[in-house]
Each structure stands twice: as C-alpha cells, then as structure tokens.
Nanobody, 122 residues
Framework: QVQLVESGGGLVQAGGSLRLSCAAS????????MGWYRQAPGKQRELVAR???????NYADSVKGRFTISRDNAMNTVYLQMNSLKPEDTAVYYC????????????????WGQGTQVTVSS
C-alpha cells in the first residue's frame, strides 16, 4: 500500500510564502509523475502544478510565476514552493502520485494524499 503524507500547510498573510511537501512511502519501484491539486469550498478540485519524472513541468495559469514545483526522485517526495500568496489561493491542497509501480503487490495505480489546508488572509 502506498501512502502520501503532506505537510507544510497553514495560515499566512497575503504576500507571504509557504512550502508544501509530500512524501510517498511503500513498496514503490517508480513514480511517473507527481503533482499538486487544490479544492476551495464550493469549487471543483483543480490542478495547481505537475512534474513528470522526465520532461517539463506545467502550472495553472493562476499560479505561474508565483509557485514552483520540484521533486526528489530518490526520496519519492514532491514540493510546492508558494510565494506571493493571495487570498484566492486559500484551499485544501492535495498531493497526487500518478503511474506508481509497486512491487508488493505488483501494481500500477494513482494515489492521493489526505490534503493540507492553506489559508491566506487579506
């Protein structure tokens, strides 16, 4: 079984910064891509940023130039550096690992973290 554990959320004033982390654990052989999604109250979950194991990252237009996604493949960890935060960034942020191959049992699947709250005050 794969677990994704997120950390780094919290309350910050507008213009401030936060760094989210998400560590995947389990019998992981490889992870194709990792990403962050968010869901604000009353809204659908939306992509924030994704980073494949090889290739270019992609970002939602609303966060380009403010957020940076990175990953440590050896640690199966993905990060989201969030700068110049705005009140409209307030949401629960979810980590996603796509195309995860595990060895016990052998399986290819996607996984989600439990979510971490980010609140930006004006």
């Amino acid at each position: 079984q794969v677990q994704l554990v997120e950390s780094g959320g919290g309350l910050v004033q507008a213009g401030g910064s936060l760094r989210l982390s998400c560590a995947a654990s389990g019998s992981i052989l490889s992870i194709n891509d990792m990403g962050w999604y968010r869901q604000a109250p009353g809204k659908q979950r939306e992509l924030v940023a994704r980073i494949p194991s090889g290739g270019t990252t992609n970002y939602a237009d609303s966060v380009k130039g403010r957020f940076t996604i990175s990953r440590d493949n050896a640690m199966n960890t993905v990060y989201l550096q969030m700068n110049s935060l705005k009140p409209e960034d307030t949401a629960v942020y979810y980590c996603n690992a796509g195309g995860v191959i595990t060895t016990a049992p052998w399986r290819l699947a996607d996984y989600w973290g439990q979510g971490t709250q980010v609140t930006v005050s004006s």
